[in-house]
């Protein structure tokens, strides 16, 4: 029977990709952030996941405004990464496992989540770049499941939303008969505003409160409309709704392994966190 051993999550900002192109994380920017990551990857190196469900946000690579599905869900047997504007440079594509696909996308829509399902897809920073920070020395050596959150074009899925997706997700992990070690990762805020008048807006007391109930309670963060949100954490803040979902689809019983937080990277409060099941 597969089983989720871990959730993590981790901030996807492109300067990041560019410091790991430019092998620049021992710089002082950069060795709060960079450094936080170690344990993380040395949990990854011991336990050796097979596969991980990545719930990230396309930003206009894979999905624009003219058609923003609220959840996608790739089935395809590799995903492609590709110029997408920011300097960063193409990755190799990532290796994915249709037929595991196929049956999360069978156990989700039992659940009542109607999903676009991506024979193709191209992934962008917000996937491409954890795997780069969890697994550095090369190609993440897990099999992918890519799936795209609306945290874009209002109106998005709410909190409670994505608190009732990772619940059907982690269910859906349950009934996969496969025997798998599966990770869940979540990638995107904590706090930021890339634009308007609050452009640069971060907000630290709420980032920490949402650190706090990701672990102890993640469906607190569900009293939060997504105006809210948007208030409380900035425009692109809204990216939080993959942490709830990766913290809703692991067992209620769970522990903090490893935690870290660092304000500015770029614009954005970065943080990144492993928890396990008990
Ligand atoms: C930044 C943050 C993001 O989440 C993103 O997708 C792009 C840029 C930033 O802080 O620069
Ligand atoms: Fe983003």
Redesign the pocket.
Known sequence: MARIIGGLAVS????IGRAIADNRQEEAYWTPFFEGLKPMQAWLEEKKPDLAVVLYND?GLNFFLNAMPTFAVGAAGAYENADEGWGLPVLHPFRGDPAFSWRLIESLMADEFDLVTCQEMKVD??FCIPLELFWPQGPAPVATVPISFNTVQHPLPSAKRAFKFGQALGRAIEREASDRKVVVIAT?GLS?Q?EGERAGFINKAFDQLCLEKLVSDPEYLTRYSSTELVALAGS?GT?ILMWIAMAAALPAARRLISQNSHIPI???ASAAMLIEPD
């Not at 996807?12 to 300067?15: E, F, I, Y």
Request: charged share 5%.
């Open positions: 996807h900002v492109p300067a930003h920073h917000a995107g930021h890339l692109q990216e770029s614009n954005t």
